[in-house]
């Protein structure tokens, strides 16, 4: 259901929501993509204190993990969503 179909938008406001739309998607890649090679490795902790990017939150030691695959694959499932919508949406 588009509810835009009877309205004509001058082409400053097509090309302005097709920006903002592309460039969101476009952020949310390179965050997926970020998040997921940013990793630890056990081997890291010479001193034997932590993970070196470890943070603490009330004294309590944070240690800083990657993104968990599920939440990844749901990421990217709703890229996949969102640029079939735009296919279809140009299709008309």
Do not use: Y
């Amino acid at each position: 259901m588009n509810l835009l179909a009877n309205v004509d938008l001058p082409l400053f406001w097509q090309a302005w929501i097709s920006m903002l739309t592309l460039g969101s998607l476009a952020f949310c890649t390179l965050l997926l993509v970020g998040l997921r090679s940013r990793s630890t490795s056990p081997d890291d902790d010479l001193q034997g204190d932590g993970p070196g990017d470890e943070h603490r939150i009330d004294g309590t030691p944070q240690p800083d993990r990657p993104l968990p695959l599920v939440w990844s694959l749901l990421f990217l499932l709703t890229l996949l969503v969102s640029m079939g919508q735009i296919v279809m949406s140009l299709r008309g």
